[in-house]
Structure formats: C-alpha cells, structure tokens
C-alpha cells in the first residue's frame, strides 16, 4: 500500500486538494442559506416546521438520483456536485441553527429587552453566543456529511478522493480503495477538529488564523487558472471507467506531445460513461475522448444507426464518422483491435454444459446473469440479444469490476464484458461466440468537436499513427499488466509506443 500511495502522491495530492475544495465551498454557501433561513425563522415559528420538513426530505433523496436529476440541467463536473453537497449541507445547519436559537430561555431575553437592548442587538448579543454550540454542531455534521458524501463526485468527472476508490474497484486493487477511504476518514475527523478549534477562539487569534485559511485558500484554488506562458496550449484528454481508456488517453498524450512539446496535456482518466463522456465534449471541457465506432452508431445518435448484421469494420466506420460529422464531431482513423461487447461465461459451466455460442445458453439452468447498468440498457446490449437470440434471463446490476467477481464467486453464471478485458483471462472465463453476428464492430478511434479538429490538425495527425494499430492481443495484455500486474497506465503505453517505434 506503501509503494502505490508514494507512486500515486501527485495524484493522490491534487484529488484531495479537490475535496477539500468541494466540501469548503459547499459548507459555505450552505451556511450562507441556512444560518440566515433560521434566524428569519425564529422570529416567524409558524413557517419554521415548513422547511424543517423541506430540508427533511432533502436529505432523504439518494445522492445518486439528485446527481442524475441535476446532469440535465447544469451539466456534469463540479457544479452539479456541488449543488447536491449543499442540498445535503442543509438541514443539519438549519436545524441546529434554528434549534439552537429557539432553545435560549425567554427570561434572558426579556432582560435583554428590559436593558434596552433591540432585536438585532439581542440577536447578535445574546441568541447567536448563547447558540453557537448548537450551530457549530451543525456546521461539523453537515462537514463530516459532506465529506463522505463528496467521493461520489467522481462518478461525474468532479473529482475528490472518490477517484481513489472507483479506481480501485475497477481494477480490483484493494490498496486504492483503503488509500481514499483513510483520507477520506482522516479528512473528516481533522475538518471536525478544525471547526471545534475554531469555534473556541477569541479575539484577533481567531481572525488571524481566519484570514489566513481564506487567502491560503483562493489563493490555491485561483492559481492554477493563471497562465504564466500564454504561447502554451491546453488539451483536455478524458476516458471512459477501466485500464484501456486510460492506456489510451496516455498514448494520446504522448503522441500529441511529441508532436507539440510546449502544448500542456491535462488527462481525465476514469471519467464516467459514455453519456457523460460526451457531454462534457459537447460542453467544451474536454476536448478529446476514447470511442468505439458500435457505440457511436448505436448511441451517440438520436435513433441507432441502421447497420446490416455482420456488417465489417469498415462499414460501421463509414457510418460512425457520418453520424460524428453530422453532428458536430470528428472520428479519428480507427485503431485495430475489436473491443466488441461479449458474453461470458465459465469454463466449468461451459464444459458442463456444452456451451460454445450464446444460442447455447438456453442449456444453462438457472441462469442468472449479472451486466453492467449501461448494457442492460442499450438496445445493442443485453435487450437486443434477448430478442435476437430469443433469450430470457434474469439480470441484476452490477458494476463493471464488481460483475467479474459476482461470477467468480458463483452469485451470477453469466455477465457481460469487452473483449478485450484482461479479466476474462485473470478468471478463466470462456466467451461465446456470436453466432448470429448481433453485436457490431468497435474499434477505437479519437472522438473531438470538428472545430477543435480543424483548429489543431497536428494533433488528429498524432493520434491517426495509432491507425491500425493495436491488435486485440495487444490491449487485452496491456490491460492485464494495468489490471493483475498493477503497472502504471502511463508506463505501459510508452513501453507499447516505444516498441511500435511510434515514440522517439
């Protein structure tokens, strides 16, 4: 664990630099609403039972709907997160706030007002210090919240120490997920101490340190949008969850660097799914993304593409990049490998029961088969092979990394996956053939905006010398090396560039 935190430090610094950011901001801005909302609600009991139930039901909603509702609307990254962080933030800080203030005796108050004393001075002289306990403690419980709540970010391309953690399970990688969560836990119980430590100073120490965290603070957070080089180039390159996105991405980055030495690559790895994916493209914050030509013709469209069963790979090419052009985008020339979807089973249960092609499965009792949300969804995914091979199973979600050890633990016999995964020979998985030809061809190829493409032909140029090539047993051991063998992404495409002498 010792070794993959010192390998991943500058990683593991920026993702929590990024939570720390997330939760900050999401605590102040939900204590700018809240805090204010109890006061006002104090002097007006009736309505306070009303956005006590409000607040209420705010924290009831899944984080993982509120998140999906928000993509819609505002877009993934960082502002969809943090809206859904301050939703959170809410009502521990409105009612402790407003708990806090109701509870101070009526007594103190009349003395306050038998001195003299009006609303806002007994406000500010007595009800807020004698309440403060109260609203600290909320301000501590919705940071704690927030805290554990902000790993889901990742899942949308907003960062954190949730990076950590998906990446670990994707890769089956126990010492990533034990790396996010102690920071994670750490991070709260010092966010706890540092408000506690707060909450108890007087006097110009207080202000101090308090000027000091806020100037630390913008100060961290503004820098890196200052440019001090404005002769340099910035590329957004983002992939899909899993190794072989990565691996590509950072072949990407070091053919565009090759090319263009001074141009600053930003890589995004572990993204989301395909939708987010392009959405963010869609939305000018990234600029290049990993796609497969099946995908772009069977999603990224309004309605699929109608393509002839068994239609080859240059024919589903020909539509994808019709299908891009026609909306906006550019497909780069296709690499070699076929990443079509598969469907595996084991080679106990293959052997057993004579299983070859996926007509077969028919023969499998009891079968149960456990698929990732996005092809149980997608008509070229599992609906489309029930109706074209005449098929009912019964289906559970499951994650991507979390599928292969479903069936390895005998809780699912049957689970989709991509041809080339290194886990279909990590677990000794036997895939069948498609004999009816129902899924597509997809081959890898680089999907930007056409006016990114026209504006920066050099770089459509490095990543087309990938251009045929990559063969399936290629990724699939690139994969396994990233996945079994835990090397560096990074490593294992240089080491791949470099042996195709497509890297000086």
Known sequence: MWHTFIVRYPQFIAALWQHIQLTVIAIIIASLVAIPLAIWCERHRRYAEY???ITGIFQTLPSLAILGLLIPLVGIGKPTALIALIIYSLLPIFQNTYLGLASVSQGVLDAGRALGLSQSKILKKIQIPLAMPSIVAGIRTATVLVIGTATLASLIGAGGLGDFILLGIDRNNTDLIVIGAIASAVLAILGGLLINL?????GWLKNSILMFLTLFFIGASVLPYIRTDNTSQTITIAGKLGSEPEILINMYADLIKQDQP???????PSFGVTSFLYKALESDRIDIYPEFTGTVTESLGKSPVKLSQGANAQITYDAAR????????TLTKPMKFNDTYAIAVTQINAK????????DLSKLPNS??????????????MPGIEKSYGLKILTVSLDPALRYQAIKQNQVNIIDAYSTDSQ?????????????????????????????AKANPKVVKAINKLANKISNTDMQ????????NHQNPAKVAKEYLDKQGLTK
């Open 51 to 53: 956005f006590l139930q």
């Open 368 to 381: 149960k088969a456990g698929m990732t949300a996005e092809f149980l969804d997608r008509a070229d995914g």
């Open 322 to 329: 019709k299908l891009a052009n026609s909306q906006g985008m």
């Open 477 to 484: 051991k690139m994969n396994y090396d990233v996945n079994v």
């Open 352 to 359: 057993k029961y004579q299983l070859a092609n996926i007509s």
């Open 198 to 202: 707060l909450s108890r100073l007087r």
């Open 424 to 452: 279909l020979v990590q677990y000794h998985l036997k895939v069948l053939n498609d004999d009816r030809h129902f899924f597509p061809v997809y081959q890898g190829a680089g999907l930007m905006k056409s006016t990114f």
């Open 262 to 268: 001074k141009t600053k690559i930003v890589l995004k």
